[in-house]
């Protein structure tokens, strides 16, 4: 059984939406109400300057005062009509900006997640369940600017009309009238005003009926909008394009989609539209419209006792007719501001996800000495929903101005040992100290800030060179064209003619130019100079080379890092030799510490076995049969 939603609730949470969406759009909500105000009220206009033109036409005709009444409508419905125009082509342009717009709330949330949070599955998992509320039927963060549009139409419309209307409950039928003073009687009265409410509110209510099935169908909606949103477009992913055509793999996405019929005509939904909700949103209708005619019959009997004038009649059945149409909005709207709120509950759900890791509060500055020490004191970690542990027992200190090479098979923990350094994770057990204190008593932006990596499937974006080597669009040009330089891509520099403005890439840019893999990497370690770290640490970036260009990035990367303290990680050991000390990774812990020639002296260390397990692809010959 599904929760009953509380209006207040309801209401609170789509007035957190609306000042959401107002922070990514400021001008949006401003206009969009203007828009409604003249949508809402000119119906009613029209219906104002139509009766008093009848009524001056039924009575004394006089032709100053037609002109008059002729000339101020038509000034009056097209200035409003201008005005209403400009409006609504104004918010239609910024609401599909705001389409866009309000993904920057997602954005500047993931930017400001630590890392760890980022990393959780249940977190995208969050994120894609509400993409695909948004994909399938617009619910969440949208719906709440047409909510909003819904609700300030209607309430100004029931307004105008009420305003437009109150004259035809208190004109009196004249006693000479027969049997039509009845209508004159306070309890007739009443009661009219009474069942026009009601079975305004009963239309509404059957409308709201109809849009809360929806609720019921949103898991199977989701799942088929995934399934449509990656089968559906899957011919337009370049990087599959060589396996579709190798394996066929066309006649398996042909599949979901005649399996994926979700959204068809026999589709669950579809039933449910032909059943509960086409019943539901018909007899809503019905009732309008039946209460339409009421209002016709109560209006042309009160005219025809002499209430008011013929001219009166079409003032007072528009209006109420339109007013009966703007309470039925308006109560049916409350059914999607119900169904609505259980997805805003999702969206705020991901916006509120809270911070875990200690932001800190001592002040880390970067010395110009690059005198810092880092000790791993008995540090144990394992990721969030794992019992297995990725580091187990760790215990290393290395200085400034040093070397220092992690090597290991896949899945010893070195890349776990490197985050855990960045302090994109905090361990579960044991302490990592900086000069003798641990590292989350520094502020946490400060302490990031000393360390400059390069990753294995470290990011280049589709932005000018000098942009991605700074990490922003205002930078040094001269210290940009240095750490290219010293990153070994000064060649291919010299030959671009827009320099440092050379796009990256065709993405967005037709002049944009492609990079190999090889100087993908220098353009990487260009931006890890640039950054000016005491720290930096290459992350097997250069996993996808041979050994020998791998050595020679490496031996580069030695020269230029100066008196900074260097970490290296690789899969080849061969790379590594030049480094002062070497940590070797096994099973989650480290099982040996030395140079080069003193790992490879121990015969039976993992060191050596290793070595000499790489060495053989090398030095033996296999011929070929």
Same mark, same amino acid.
């Given at each position: 059984?599904?929760?009953?939603?509380?209006?207040?609730?309801?209401?609170?949470?789509?007035?957190?939406?609306?000042?959401?969406?107002?922070?990514?759009?400021?001008?949006?909500?401003?206009?969009?109400?203007?828009?409604?105000?003249?949508?809402?009220?000119?119906?009613?206009?029209?219906?104002?300057?139509?009766?008093?033109?009848?009524?001056?036409?039924?009575?004394?005709?006089?032709?100053?005062?037609?002109?008059?009444?002729?000339?101020?409508?038509?000034?009056?419905?097209?200035?409003?009509?201008?005005?209403?125009?400009?409006?609504?082509?104004?918010?239609?342009?910024?609401?599909?900006?705001?389409?866009?717009?309000?993904?920057? *709330?997602?954005? =500047?949330?993931?930017?400001?997640?630590? #890392?760890?949070? @980022?990393? /959780?599955?249940? +977190?995208? %998992?969050? !994120?894609?369940?509400?993409?695909?509320?948004?994909?399938?039927?617009?619910?969440?963060?949208?719906?709440?600017?047409?909510?909003?549009?819904?609700?300030?139409?209607?309430?100004?419309?029931?307004?105008?009309?009420?305003?437009?209307?109150?004259?035809?409950?208190?004109?009196?039928?004249?006693?000479?009238?027969?049997?039509?003073?009845?209508?004159?009687?306070?309890?007739?009265?009443?009661?009219?005003?009474?069942?026009?409410?009601?079975?305004?509110?009963?239309?509404?209510?059957?409308?709201?009926?109809?849009?809360?099935?929806?609720?019921?169908?949103?898991?199977?909606?989701? *799942?088929?909008? =995934?399934?449509?949103?990656?089968?559906? #477009?899957?011919? @337009?992913? /370049?990087?599959? +394009?060589? %396996?579709? !055509?190798?394996?066929?793999?066309?006649?398996?996405?042909?599949?979901?989609?005649?399996?994926?019929?979700?959204?068809?005509?026999?589709?669950?939904?579809?039933?449910?539209?032909?059943?509960?909700?086409?019943?539901?949103?018909?007899?809503?209708?019905?009732?309008?419209?039946?209460?339409?005619?009421?209002?016709?019959?109560?209006?042309?009997?009160?005219?025809?006792?002499?209430?008011?004038?013929?001219?009166?009649?079409?003032?007072?059945?528009?209006?109420?007719?339109?007013?009966?149409?703007?309470?039925?909005?308006?109560?049916?709207?409350?059914?999607?501001?119900?169904?609505?709120?259980?997805?805003?509950?999702?969206?705020?759900?991901?916006?509120?996800?809270?911070?875990?890791?200690?932001?800190?509060?001592?002040?880390?500055?970067?010395?110009?000495?690059?005198?810092?020490?880092?000790?791993?004191?008995?540090?144990?970690?394992?990721?969030?929903?794992?019992?297995?542990?990725?580091?187990?027992?760790?215990?290393?200190?290395?200085?400034?101005?040093?070397?220092?090479?992690?090597?290991?098979?896949?899945?010893?923990?070195?890349?776990?040992?490197?985050?855990?350094?960045?302090?994109?994770?905090?361990?579960q057990e044991g302490q990592i100290l900086l000069n003798g204190i641990d590292i989350?008593?520094?502020?946490?932006?400060?302490?990031?800030?000393?360390?400059?990596?390069?990753?294995?499937?470290?990011?280049?974006?589709?932005?000018?060179?000098?942009?991605?080597?700074?990490?922003?669009?205002?930078?040094?040009?001269?210290?940009?064209?240095?750490?290219?330089?010293?990153?070994?891509?000064?060649?291919?520099?010299?030959?671009?003619?827009?320099?440092?403005?050379?796009?990256?890439?065709?993405?967005?840019?037709?002049?944009?130019?492609?990079?190999?893999?090889?100087?993908?990497?220098?353009?990487?370690?260009?931006?890890?100079?640039?950054?000016?770290?005491?720290?930096?640490?290459?992350?097997?970036?250069?996993?996808?080379?041979?050994?020998?260009?791998?050595?020679?990035?490496?031996?580069?990367?030695?020269?230029?890092?100066?008196?900074?303290?260097?970490?290296?990680?690789?899969?080849?050991?061969?790379?590594?030799?030049?480094?002062?000390?070497?940590?070797?990774?096994?099973?989650?812990?480290?099982?040996?510490?030395?140079?080069?020639?003193?790992?490879?002296?121990?015969?039976?260390?993992?060191?050596?076995?290793?070595?000499?397990?790489?060495?053989?692809?090398?030095?033996?010959?296999?011929?070929?049969?």
């Amino acid at each position: 059984m599904k929760e009953k939603v509380r209006i207040r609730h309801a209401a609170a949470m789509h007035l957190r939406g609306i000042k959401e969406l107002h922070k990514v759009s400021p001008k949006f909500f401003p206009l969009l109400t203007l828009q409604c105000i003249f949508c809402a009220v000119l119906p009613y206009m029209a219906v104002f300057f139509s009766a008093q033109i009848l009524k001056e036409l039924a009575d004394l005709r006089r032709e100053d005062i037609l002109w008059n009444w002729a000339a101020a409508g038509v000034l009056c419905m097209g200035a409003a009509s201008i005005l209403k125009a400009v409006l609504q082509r104004r918010c239609h342009t910024l609401r599909y900006d705001l389409w866009d717009r309000k993904e920057m *709330l997602f954005v =500047r949330k993931m930017f400001a997640l630590d #890392f760890s949070e @980022l990393e /959780k599955q249940e +977190n995208y %998992d969050l !994120r894609a369940q509400i993409c695909q509320n948004e994909n399938w039927g617009g619910w969440g963060l949208m719906r709440v600017q047409k909510i909003y549009e819904s609700f300030v139409t209607s309430v100004i419309g029931i307004l105008s009309g009420i305003a437009l209307t109150v004259s035809l409950f208190t004109s009196s039928v004249p006693e000479t009238a027969g049997w039509l003073v009845i209508l004159n009687h306070p309890i007739f009265l009443l009661m009219s005003a009474m069942l026009m409410a009601a079975v305004s509110i009963a239309a509404g209510k059957f409308s709201a009926a109809s849009q809360k099935y929806w609720s019921d169908y949103a898991e199977e909606a989701t *799942l088929g909008n =995934r399934l449509f949103g990656h089968f559906g #477009f899957i011919g @337009l992913n /370049k990087e599959r +394009n060589i %396996d579709i !055509r190798m394996y066929h793999q066309q006649n398996l996405v042909s599949a979901y989609w005649s399996a994926n019929s979700v959204f068809g005509a026999d589709s669950p939904i579809g039933k449910m539209a032909r059943g509960k909700i086409g019943i539901y949103a018909s007899m809503g209708v019905c009732i309008t419209a039946l209460m339409t005619g009421f209002i016709y019959v109560f209006t042309c009997l009160k005219a025809w006792g002499g209430a008011f004038g013929a001219g009166s009649i079409t003032q007072y059945a528009g209006a109420a007719t339109a007013m009966v149409s703007n309470v039925f909005a308006l109560t049916g709207f409350m059914g999607v501001l119900e169904t609505n709120t259980g997805y805003l509950k999702k969206t705020f759900e991901f916006l509120d996800l809270p911070n875990a890791m200690c932001q800190g509060s001592l002040t880390l500055e970067k010395r110009s000495d690059c005198q810092y020490e880092i000790e791993f004191r008995d540090v144990s970690f394992r990721y969030p929903g794992s019992d297995i542990w990725a580091l187990r027992h760790v215990n290393i200190k290395f200085k400034a101005d040093s070397r220092l090479a992690i090597v290991g098979e896949n899945g010893s923990g070195k890349t776990t040992f490197i985050k855990l350094l960045c302090r994109l994770y905090d361990p579960q057990e044991g302490q990592i100290l900086l000069n003798g204190i641990d590292i989350r008593k520094y502020r946490y932006d400060d302490y990031r800030n000393i360390f400059s990596v390069v990753f294995q499937d470290f990011q280049l974006i589709c932005q000018p060179l000098g942009a991605n080597v700074a990490g922003s669009m205002d930078y040094d040009p001269d210290r940009v064209h240095k750490a290219l330089i010293d990153a070994g891509f000064g060649d291919r520099l010299a030959s671009m003619e827009k320099g440092l403005d050379t796009m990256l890439y065709k993405n967005l840019s037709e002049d944009g130019i492609e990079v190999s893999g090889g100087e993908a990497q220098k353009i990487a370690i260009a931006r890890a100079l640039y950054k000016d770290a005491p720290f930096m640490i290459l992350d097997e970036p250069t996993a996808a080379l041979d050994p020998i260009a791998e050595a020679e990035i490496y031996s580069k990367f030695n020269e230029i890092a100066g008196d900074r303290t260097a970490i290296y990680i690789s899969h080849r050991l061969s790379s590594c030799k030049f480094c002062d000390e070497i940590a070797v990774f096994h099973e989650s812990r480290i099982v040996q510490m030395g140079s080069h020639n003193e790992l490879l002296s121990d015969k039976v260390g993992k060191y050596h076995e290793l070595w000499t397990a790489q060495a053989q692809y090398y030095t033996e010959q296999n011929p070929c049969p």
